[in-house]
């Protein structure tokens, strides 16, 4: 069963089994060139929401040391971080604030639960957006679908600056197993084409 936050925006509701804090392990294994590198990391990832319609998304991963012990002992080694937005995908109305900071011209759409079942696509599920930003120099934009507690994402874009190593496109998956969320990430780099690159299991936190 899926707790549903008081306050909580309507557009939301199919995504509100994300919202948390979350932390545990996962591991990362990558082709590079002959070598495979394998590399267990901790991470912690906090899904929240500031009463506009959108989730609010951070992630920070660290790799563990010689006697890695377990995440409730802090990083050992940081390794990388990513923030960003995730949302329903829907067409903008006058309603919406923006370009820039324009406010709406009228109510906000889609604030019942009944507007928002309007939303739903063919599959029974949600389509969603998600804008993630890496200090790396790499900027994503997936595209995917929500249904139930499952989304799967893939990039419609993938931006980088010049000081950005090759990085073209990439695949995510997010479910919720008894409890958990568990991720898979595959990613098409350094001259590659797509194919496994990371996955974890996290437990809520707070």
């Known amino acids: 069963m899926i707790d549903i936050p008081s306050g909580l925006p309507a557009e939301l509701v199919p995504l509100s089994w994300l919202i948390g804090v979350w ?13 495979t590198r394998r590399h267990e990391f901790g991470q912690r990832v906090s899904f929240s929401h500031d009463g506009l319609p959108f989730l609010n998304y951070s992630s920070f991963t660290w790799l563990f040391g010689d006697d890695p012990g377990t995440p409730d002992e802090g990083p050992t080694v940081p390794l990388v971080t990513e923030t960003g937005y995730w949302r329903l995908s829907r067409p903008p109305t006058e309603g919406d604030p923006g370009p820039g900071m324009l406010p709406g011209v009228g109510p906000r759409p889609f ?48 931006m980088r600056t010049e000081s950005a190593k090759e990085y073209s496109a990439a695949t995510r998956l997010y479910g919720l197993v008894e409890g958990d969320l568990l991720w898979a990430w595959d990613i098409a780099a350094l001259g590659q084409e797509l194919r496994t690159h990371a996955s974890g299991r996290l437990r809520r936190r707070d």
């Open 23 to 35: 932390e545990g392990t996962g591991l990362v294994e990558y082709e590079v060139g002959d070598e």
């Open 111 to 158: 604030t019942t639960a009944a507007s928002v079942e309007a939303l739903r696509n063919a599959s029974d599920g949600f389509d969603v957006e998600v804008s993630l930003v890496h200090p790396t120099g790499v900027t994503e934009l997936y595209l995917g679908r929500a249904k139930g507690p499952r989304i799967d994402l893939a990039t419609d874009a993938v």
